[in-house]
């Protein structure tokens, strides 16, 4: 007995896609096999089906991975063991690693994922069998710091549940967003008073020292 493989449509039959020369008849190994006498099939003609597309299969795969690998988004793809299955150069660069290092990671033993919240995401994700997004900011096992917008997303492969993550980079906002909290706690906390008003003389903000200096309070000053 043979198992075979030939190529399948709609897994019922009525295509014929997956038809099998067994014997002087014609099988279907979607409702037929896959299993046959393998004295009686006949390889040749299985192989030729096999092979048929073969050229624009490889075409495919070359162009997904070419949209994959220009892709300004970080991506990576886990199976259901945790293990790295493919990856973009995008979250290299991010990341601070290559692709290789990243295909080589299982994303249950990084310590960074585990500190940052990431882990605890991604497991959600597969967990509730549903998208989980979240900010993180942690050191990466590369020694690199950065701010990544993730989102994680579990698809099904078989029986089991993969993981997809895309990562985009937010480091930079993220940055802004802390010198522009720390510039407005530094204005807040400056000796004299400051007020920052629109064009037309309207009051946007002012500093503790002015609602010290004036008794205005801050919800008060700009009516």
């Given at each position: ?58 075409a ?11 892709s ?44 940052s919240?990431?882990l ?15 900010e ?21 492969r078989g ?24 510039l ?37 000053q700009?009516?």
């Open positions: 007995m043979v198992s075979v493989n030939p190529i399948m449509v709609d897994g019922t039959g009525m295509c014929g896609g997956c038809r099998v020369k067994v014997g002087d008849k014609v099988r279907f190994a979607c409702v037929d096999g896959p299993d046959f006498d393998g004295h009686l099939v006949d390889f040749e003609d299985l192989m030729s089906r096999l092979d048929r597309y073969k050229e624009q299969e490889q495919a795969l070359a162009y997904m991975g070419a949209v994959i690998q220009a300004p988004v970080g991506i990576i793809s886990y199976d259901e063991t945790g293990q790295a299955r493919a990856a973009n150069q995008t979250l290299a660069r991010m990341v601070g690693g290559t692709t290789d290092q990243l295909l080589q990671m299982n994303f249950r033993q990084i310590e960074s994922w585990r500190t919240g990431l605890e995401a991604a497991e959600r994700a597969i967990a509730m069998q549903e998208p989980v997004n979240l993180a900011h942690f050191i990466t096992t590369f020694c690199k710091e950065v701010w990544l917008d993730v989102q994680f997303v579990p698809f099904q029986d089991a549940w993969h993981l997809l993550l895309l990562a985009t980079d937010i480091s930079d906002r993220a940055h802004t967003s802390v010198r522009l909290k720390l407005s706690a530094a204005l807040d906390a400056a000796a004299n008073t400051i007020v920052i008003t629109d064009p037309r003389g309207q009051i946007e903000w002012v500093n503790e020292a002015f609602t010290r200096g004036t008794g205005y309070t801050r919800s008060g700009s009516q």
